[in-house]
């Protein structure tokens, strides 16, 4: 069986696209495993995202910020969808691997944020996350153009 990979993306992976990679991991789709990644990662996952990830009961000790790069060298796990999460996109968009998706949800860490944004955004990755499995595009592979 093949295992199919959806890759989220965000400038510094280091809340949204967690965020999303944990929440997604947490479902246990058959088939299906998720990656984050950004193209100026930081060194640390922000700590208000974990925070908020705890309080929802997902595991996040594991997660570390990544370079999209990594995702791009042979031998890399195959991305099959890869959704962009920033309203700013790399220049080289293009070259990003699988179908591409663009969600644009909102940097909780902008601005004078605080445990609330965080939350929000949690809210947010999780209603876009249902409607994608709802979807059916996950579960059926003539749902989504993947490649091969």
């Not at 909780?108 to 955004?121: L, V």
């Amino acid at each position: 069986m093949h295992i199919q990979s959806v890759l989220f993306v965000g400038r510094r992976n280091a809340a949204r696209s967690v965020m999303a990679e944990i929440c997604f991991n947490a479902v246990e789709l058959p088939s299906w495993r998720a990656f984050s990644a950004g193209w100026q990662p930081v060194e640390k996952v922000d700590r208000h995202a974990l925070h908020v990830l705890a309080e929802g009961g997902f595991p996040s000790d594991t997660v570390t910020p990544k370079p999209v790069d990594i995702f791009l060298q042979p031998g890399a796990p195959r991305v099959d969808l890869c959704i962009f999460l920033d309203k700013k996109l790399p220049a080289n968009v293009a070259a990003y691997p699988g179908v591409r998706e663009f969600w644009q949800i909102a940097d909780p860490s902008h601005g004078n944020s605080g445990p609330a944004a965080y939350r929000d955004t949690l809210m947010s990755i999780t209603g876009r996350l249902s409607e994608l499995i709802l979807s059916g595009r996950l579960a059926h592979p003539d749902g989504l153009p993947l490649a091969s």
